[in-house]
T-cell receptor, first 114, second 110 residues
Protein backbone atom coordinates (compact mmCIF):
# COMPACT_ATOMS: atom_id res chain seq x y z
CA UNK A 1 0.00 0.00 0.00
CA UNK A 2 1.84 3.04 -1.26
CA UNK A 3 -0.97 5.51 -0.67
CA UNK A 4 -2.76 7.76 -3.14
CA UNK A 5 -0.40 9.48 -5.53
CA UNK A 6 -1.02 12.52 -7.67
CA UNK A 7 0.94 13.97 -10.53
CA UNK A 8 2.18 16.54 -11.09
CA UNK A 9 2.53 18.02 -7.63
CA UNK A 10 2.73 21.53 -9.02
CA UNK A 11 1.56 23.02 -12.30
CA UNK A 12 1.95 26.57 -13.52
CA UNK A 13 0.10 27.41 -16.69
CA UNK A 14 -0.97 30.44 -18.64
CA UNK A 15 -4.59 31.43 -18.83
CA UNK A 16 -6.36 29.70 -21.69
CA UNK A 17 -4.18 26.59 -21.68
CA UNK A 18 -5.45 23.08 -20.98
CA UNK A 19 -4.10 21.05 -18.06
CA UNK A 20 -4.50 17.42 -17.03
CA UNK A 21 -3.88 15.93 -13.61
CA UNK A 22 -3.52 12.27 -12.74
CA UNK A 23 -4.53 10.38 -9.62
CA UNK A 24 -3.47 6.83 -8.76
CA UNK A 25 -5.64 5.51 -5.94
CA UNK A 26 -4.77 2.77 -3.50
CA UNK A 27 -5.14 -0.56 -5.25
CA UNK A 28 -8.36 -2.39 -4.36
CA UNK A 29 -10.09 0.95 -3.71
CA UNK A 30 -13.06 1.10 -6.05
CA UNK A 31 -14.21 4.58 -4.98
CA UNK A 32 -12.45 7.73 -6.12
CA UNK A 33 -13.16 11.39 -5.42
CA UNK A 34 -11.84 14.69 -6.71
CA UNK A 35 -11.94 17.87 -4.61
CA UNK A 36 -10.74 21.40 -5.06
CA UNK A 37 -9.34 23.45 -2.19
CA UNK A 38 -8.55 27.16 -2.12
CA UNK A 39 -6.62 28.97 0.58
CA UNK A 40 -8.44 29.06 3.92
CA UNK A 41 -11.31 26.89 2.71
CA UNK A 42 -12.16 23.25 3.17
CA UNK A 43 -12.04 20.85 0.24
CA UNK A 44 -14.91 21.31 -2.19
CA UNK A 45 -16.40 18.20 -3.80
CA UNK A 46 -16.01 17.97 -7.57
CA UNK A 47 -16.83 14.44 -8.65
CA UNK A 48 -17.12 10.79 -7.56
CA UNK A 49 -16.36 7.52 -9.34
CA UNK A 50 -17.37 4.03 -8.37
CA UNK A 51 -15.14 1.78 -10.43
CA UNK A 52 -15.18 3.37 -13.88
CA UNK A 53 -18.62 4.96 -13.53
CA UNK A 54 -18.87 8.66 -12.73
CA UNK A 55 -21.84 8.66 -10.37
CA UNK A 56 -21.77 12.18 -8.99
CA UNK A 57 -20.69 15.52 -10.38
CA UNK A 58 -20.81 18.91 -8.71
CA UNK A 59 -22.31 21.88 -10.47
CA UNK A 60 -18.88 23.41 -9.90
CA UNK A 61 -17.63 21.05 -12.56
CA UNK A 62 -18.39 23.31 -15.47
CA UNK A 63 -18.14 22.39 -19.13
CA UNK A 64 -14.42 23.18 -18.95
CA UNK A 65 -13.81 20.42 -16.41
CA UNK A 66 -13.90 16.73 -17.23
CA UNK A 67 -12.83 13.67 -15.30
CA UNK A 68 -12.35 10.08 -16.35
CA UNK A 69 -11.49 6.76 -14.78
CA UNK A 70 -11.29 4.55 -17.84
CA UNK A 71 -10.45 1.17 -16.32
CA UNK A 72 -11.56 1.77 -12.79
CA UNK A 73 -8.00 2.35 -11.63
CA UNK A 74 -6.27 5.70 -12.17
CA UNK A 75 -8.23 8.85 -12.89
CA UNK A 76 -7.55 12.06 -14.79
CA UNK A 77 -9.00 15.52 -14.28
CA UNK A 78 -8.74 17.89 -17.23
CA UNK A 79 -9.37 21.62 -17.19
CA UNK A 80 -9.77 23.27 -20.56
CA UNK A 81 -9.19 26.97 -21.23
CA UNK A 82 -7.92 27.61 -17.73
CA UNK A 83 -8.89 30.80 -15.90
CA UNK A 84 -7.19 32.51 -12.98
CA UNK A 85 -10.06 31.42 -10.75
CA UNK A 86 -9.05 27.80 -11.36
CA UNK A 87 -5.91 28.34 -9.28
CA UNK A 88 -6.27 25.95 -6.34
CA UNK A 89 -5.12 22.68 -4.85
CA UNK A 90 -6.77 19.70 -6.54
CA UNK A 91 -7.09 16.74 -4.21
CA UNK A 92 -7.85 13.14 -5.06
CA UNK A 93 -9.10 10.59 -2.52
CA UNK A 94 -9.97 6.91 -2.66
CA UNK A 95 -11.82 4.51 -0.40
CA UNK A 96 -12.57 0.80 -0.20
CA UNK A 97 -16.15 -0.39 -0.71
CA UNK A 98 -16.19 -1.95 2.77
CA UNK A 99 -14.80 1.14 4.50
CA UNK A 100 -16.27 3.85 2.33
CA UNK A 101 -16.34 6.27 5.28
CA UNK A 102 -12.53 6.42 5.28
CA UNK A 103 -11.20 8.37 2.36
CA UNK A 104 -7.46 8.36 1.80
CA UNK A 105 -6.26 11.60 0.31
CA UNK A 106 -3.33 12.19 -1.96
CA UNK A 107 -0.91 15.11 -1.52
CA UNK A 108 -2.72 17.16 -4.16
CA UNK A 109 -1.74 19.03 -7.31
CA UNK A 110 -1.29 22.76 -6.85
CA UNK A 111 -2.40 24.65 -9.97
CA UNK A 112 -1.37 28.24 -10.57
CA UNK A 113 -2.89 30.01 -13.56
CA UNK A 114 -1.03 33.15 -14.57
CA UNK B 1 -29.11 22.45 2.51
CA UNK B 2 -26.52 20.20 4.13
CA UNK B 3 -23.88 22.21 5.95
CA UNK B 4 -21.77 22.32 9.09
CA UNK B 5 -20.71 25.21 11.31
CA UNK B 6 -17.53 25.18 13.38
CA UNK B 7 -15.60 27.81 15.32
CA UNK B 8 -12.75 29.09 13.15
CA UNK B 9 -10.02 28.52 15.71
CA UNK B 10 -9.24 27.06 19.14
CA UNK B 11 -6.21 26.72 21.38
CA UNK B 12 -5.52 23.80 23.69
CA UNK B 13 -2.71 23.15 26.15
CA UNK B 14 -0.57 20.11 25.46
CA UNK B 15 -1.75 17.10 27.46
CA UNK B 16 -5.24 18.50 27.97
CA UNK B 17 -8.40 17.37 26.21
CA UNK B 18 -9.36 19.25 23.08
CA UNK B 19 -13.11 19.53 22.55
CA UNK B 20 -14.09 20.63 19.07
CA UNK B 21 -17.78 21.43 18.52
CA UNK B 22 -19.76 21.24 15.30
CA UNK B 23 -23.28 22.27 14.44
CA UNK B 24 -25.07 20.23 11.75
CA UNK B 25 -28.67 21.13 12.44
CA UNK B 26 -29.82 20.31 8.90
CA UNK B 27 -28.46 16.76 8.89
CA UNK B 28 -30.96 14.18 7.66
CA UNK B 29 -31.94 11.18 9.72
CA UNK B 30 -29.77 8.55 8.11
CA UNK B 31 -26.65 10.53 7.30
CA UNK B 32 -23.45 10.11 9.26
CA UNK B 33 -21.20 12.82 10.67
CA UNK B 34 -17.55 12.46 9.69
CA UNK B 35 -14.48 14.11 11.13
CA UNK B 36 -11.22 14.59 9.26
CA UNK B 37 -8.18 16.69 9.97
CA UNK B 38 -5.67 18.37 7.71
CA UNK B 39 -2.15 19.02 8.82
CA UNK B 40 -0.41 21.81 6.96
CA UNK B 41 0.45 20.95 3.35
CA UNK B 42 -1.04 17.46 3.53
CA UNK B 43 -4.30 15.93 2.37
CA UNK B 44 -7.07 15.45 4.95
CA UNK B 45 -6.93 12.39 7.18
CA UNK B 46 -9.91 10.43 8.49
CA UNK B 47 -10.46 10.51 12.25
CA UNK B 48 -13.87 9.08 13.15
CA UNK B 49 -17.52 8.97 12.13
CA UNK B 50 -20.88 8.34 13.77
CA UNK B 51 -24.63 8.22 13.26
CA UNK B 52 -26.29 8.71 16.64
CA UNK B 53 -24.33 6.76 19.23
CA UNK B 54 -21.13 8.01 20.75
CA UNK B 55 -18.06 6.53 19.14
CA UNK B 56 -14.46 6.04 20.23
CA UNK B 57 -11.38 4.84 18.43
CA UNK B 58 -7.64 5.05 18.96
CA UNK B 59 -7.54 8.63 17.79
CA UNK B 60 -10.57 10.32 19.31
CA UNK B 61 -14.08 10.18 20.73
CA UNK B 62 -17.21 11.52 19.07
CA UNK B 63 -20.19 12.70 21.09
CA UNK B 64 -23.39 13.25 19.12
CA UNK B 65 -26.36 14.98 20.75
CA UNK B 66 -29.62 13.08 20.98
CA UNK B 67 -31.31 15.35 18.43
CA UNK B 68 -28.26 14.89 16.13
CA UNK B 69 -28.02 18.60 15.50
CA UNK B 70 -24.52 18.89 16.89
CA UNK B 71 -21.49 16.86 17.82
CA UNK B 72 -18.18 17.23 19.62
CA UNK B 73 -14.88 15.67 18.71
CA UNK B 74 -12.69 14.97 21.70
CA UNK B 75 -8.94 14.47 21.54
CA UNK B 76 -8.33 13.19 25.08
CA UNK B 77 -4.68 14.16 25.48
CA UNK B 78 -3.70 16.67 22.82
CA UNK B 79 -0.10 16.71 21.59
CA UNK B 80 1.75 19.25 19.48
CA UNK B 81 1.28 16.92 16.50
CA UNK B 82 -2.49 17.37 16.78
CA UNK B 83 -2.14 20.96 15.58
CA UNK B 84 -4.24 20.95 12.40
CA UNK B 85 -7.49 22.07 10.81
CA UNK B 86 -10.35 19.81 11.89
CA UNK B 87 -13.32 19.35 9.60
CA UNK B 88 -16.78 18.18 10.55
CA UNK B 89 -18.39 16.76 7.43
CA UNK B 90 -21.81 15.65 6.28
CA UNK B 91 -23.10 14.37 2.95
CA UNK B 92 -25.92 15.72 0.86
CA UNK B 93 -28.68 13.18 1.49
CA UNK B 94 -28.72 10.33 -0.97
CA UNK B 95 -25.52 11.47 -2.68
CA UNK B 96 -21.78 10.92 -2.48
CA UNK B 97 -21.19 14.67 -2.16
CA UNK B 98 -19.27 15.35 1.06
CA UNK B 99 -19.55 18.89 2.47
CA UNK B 100 -16.41 19.95 4.35
CA UNK B 101 -17.04 23.51 5.50
CA UNK B 102 -14.23 25.79 6.68
CA UNK B 103 -13.13 23.76 9.72
CA UNK B 104 -11.58 24.66 13.08
CA UNK B 105 -7.90 25.49 13.25
CA UNK B 106 -6.68 23.82 16.45
CA UNK B 107 -3.41 25.00 17.89
CA UNK B 108 -1.90 22.86 20.64
CA UNK B 109 0.34 24.93 22.88
CA UNK B 110 3.39 23.62 24.72
Amino acid sequence: DTGVSQNPRHKITKRGQNVTFRCDPISEHNRLYWYRQTLGQGPEFLTYFQNEAQLEKSRLLSDRFSAERPKGSFSTLEIQRTEQGDSAMYLCASSHRERSYEQYFGPGTRLTVT
Amino acid sequence: DAKTTQPPSMDCAEGRAANLPCNHSTISGNEYVYWYRQIHSQGPQYIIHGLKNNETNEMASLIITEDRKSSTLILPHATLRDTAVYYCIVRFPGTYKYIFGTGTRLKVLA
